[in-house]
């Protein structure tokens, strides 16, 4: 039963770098989310995406991109790191109805560090 | 904007207390508030949903209310151990199109004392 899976659980970029951040979830949930967690900030929503195809855009999602080709992955794409993009990122995943509020789903966490 | 506070920042109590934690939302029109343990290094764990039509919600020692008049969620953990320290995360839906996006407040760092 593993959930939410992220990989890889740490990473060190240097700025200018690019990669991936991996999430995948094997429960069925049409929704998926990115969120980036900092110290005295909380987390705060980067994309999400409703389903396969869909994605759209949080609080915060500059220097980020995302897709959704599938219903159980939603990859999260640093194009050019930035030090300011030092942080723990987290993806989360639910069932989603309309009128119909479901439980969230979260990885274990990606802990960032660019340098 | 949904803005979400939480008090106290951290808590320390000994073994057996009866505790309360505090959350309070700007934007009372919501469809649920979910509060979510984190573990050090660890990702978040759903506690406890509560629905806009529910005013409490138990599960085992945790209780949850909303009152969303006054914009305010309470968690009440009873007869604490060692094993609830942790940080204690209130999210409360944004108002959009899918009521799946959260807006989550600073949290409460809890360490209970054997």
């Known amino acids: 039963n593993a959930g939410v899976t992220q990989t890889p659980k740490f990473q060190v970029l240097k700025t200018g770098q690019s990669m991936t951040l991996q999430c995948a979830q094997d429960?069925?949930?049409?929704?998926m989310s990115w969120y980036r967690q900092d110290p005295g900030m909380g987390l705060r929503l980067i994309h999400y995406?409703?389903?396969?195809?869909?994605?759209d855009q949080g609080e915060v999602p500059n220097g980020y991109n995302v897709s959704r080709s599938t219903t159980e992955d939603f990859p999260l794409r640093l194009l050019s790191a930035a030090p300011s993009q030092t942080s723990v990122y987290f993806c989360?995943?639910?069932?989603?109805?309309?009128?119909?509020?479901?439980?969230?789903?979260f990885g274990q966490g990606t802990r960032l560090t660019v340098v | 904007k949904q803005e979400v506070t939480q008090i106290p920042a951290a808590l320390s109590v000994p073994e057996g207390e009866n505790l309360v934690l505090n959350c309070s939302f700007t934007?009372?029109?919501?469809?649920?508030l979910q509060w979510f343990r984190q573990d050090p290094g660890k990702g978040l764990t759903s506690l406890l949903l509560?629905?806009?039509?529910?005013r409490e919600q138990t599960s085992g020692r945790l209780n949850a209310s909303l009152d969303k008049s006054s914009g305010r969620s309470t968690l009440y953990i009873a007869a604490s151990q060692p094993g609830d320290s942790a940080t204690y995360l209130c999210?409360?839906?944004?108002?959009?199109?899918?009521?799946?996006?959260?807006?989550f407040g600073p949290g409460t760092r809890l360490s209970v004392l054997p």
């Open positions: 989360a995943s639910s069932f989603y109805a309309r009128a119909v509020i479901t439980e969230a789903f």
């Open positions: 429960m069925n949930h049409e929704y």
């Open positions: 995406s409703v389903g396969a195809g869909i994605t």
């Open positions: 934007d009372s029109a919501i469809y649920n």
């Open positions: 509560i629905q806009s039509s529910q």
């Open positions: 999210a409360a839906p944004l108002r959009d199109n899918y009521g799946q996006n959260f807006v």
